[in-house]
């Protein structure tokens, strides 16, 4: 991708661009190359498509071949772009957020089914939801757009990822609904304050730091990652604060690791609290959400 002096159309720019990724070993070469194009041509994958005669001005391609060189260094898609979907909403993101993934919308639709069994009769502002470790604030913001007469607290340790939620909330015009606070997990929430924890705190354990794809070990923050040396640290913390800051008989739905339902299942259990337990499994059958009622 080193810089031309003749003018670049919209198919010979996706040519180069195809072939310096493939060069460098990215995946999704040609889907990447067109997410890229749209993004600095300002149109959408079907203007692409249909007008691949479409000059480039100068600036363009110097934007696109920065963008691409990125792209081929490994830096994430949703990284150079700013954006991702999520729950059919689009979110920004950056470098201090964690990457959107679509199995936490798991996280999502296993709250949503205990608001329909047991929260379904509560009149505007009665149901209160919080999302632990919000950052772009995913969670949050997809319950606040589905359940608009509750109210959502969303917490969040980065000062960093805390501005890009309180953006997202003000993009997607619920910031009057979801309240954004820096804390550790639930530290500062008050006691007996929540119907249902949600949320998908860092589950990876550091001893499996060489098992995480490299794109995401050098590029998504640390701190949303990782939950100590096994990963159930975070678990172990969490679960006597959930405890102490949901109402009697509240509920949690959070989202886990695929090789933790049996260490979590025997933390419930030692806590002694919970009833009502399950493990939501996702699309293809594996161990995702953990869910628990507070006794």
């Not at 995946?27 to 190359?33: I, M, P």
């Not at 490994?74 to 920004?92: K, N």
């Amino acid at each position: 991708m080193n810089g031309v002096s003749e003018v670049m159309t919209i198919k010979q720019a996706l040519t180069t661009a195809v072939e310096y990724l493939q060069e460098n070993r990215e995946s999704e070469h040609r889907r990447d190359a067109e997410t890229l194009m749209m993004q600095v041509m300002g149109c959408d994958r079907a203007h692409v498509h249909a007008h691949p005669e479409r000059e480039l001005t100068a600036l363009q391609w110097e934007d696109y071949e920065d963008a691409v060189a990125k792209r081929a260094r490994g830096v994430p898609l949703q990284y150079i772009t700013g954006h991702q979907e999520f729950w059919g909403l689009d979110f920004l993101v950056s470098p201090a957020v964690l990457i959107p993934r679509p199995q936490t919308e798991h996280v999502v639709e296993a709250a949503l089914a205990i608001v329909a069994e047991h929260y379904a009769s509560c009149a505007e502002g009665e149901l209160h939801l919080l999302d632990v470790g919000t950052g772009a604030g995913t969670i949050a913001l997809a319950l606040a757009h589905t359940l608009p007469k509750a109210r959502v607290l969303a917490t969040e340790i980065s000062a960093e990822a805390l501005e890009v939620a309180r953006q997202n909330g003000a993009r997607l015009g619920l910031s009057n609904r979801v309240r954004f606070q820096q804390a550790d997990l639930l530290t500062g929430i008050a006691s007996g304050s929540i119907d249902i924890v949600a949320g998908n705190p860092p589950y990876i354990g550091r001893k499996e730091t060489l098992g995480v794809q490299r794109q995401v070990r050098e590029h998504e923050p640390d701190v949303a990652l990782f939950g100590g040396e096994s990963g159930m640290e975070v678990f172990e913390k969490l679960l006597p604060q959930m405890v102490e800051v949901l109402k009697p008989h509240g509920w949690f739905a959070l989202e886990m690791g695929y090789t933790q339902e049996e260490p979590m299942r025997k933390l419930i259990a030692e806590d002694g609290r919970w009833t009502q337990v399950q493990i939501v499994p996702d699309l293809q059958g594996i161990p995702r959400v953990a869910v628990a009622r507070r006794i």
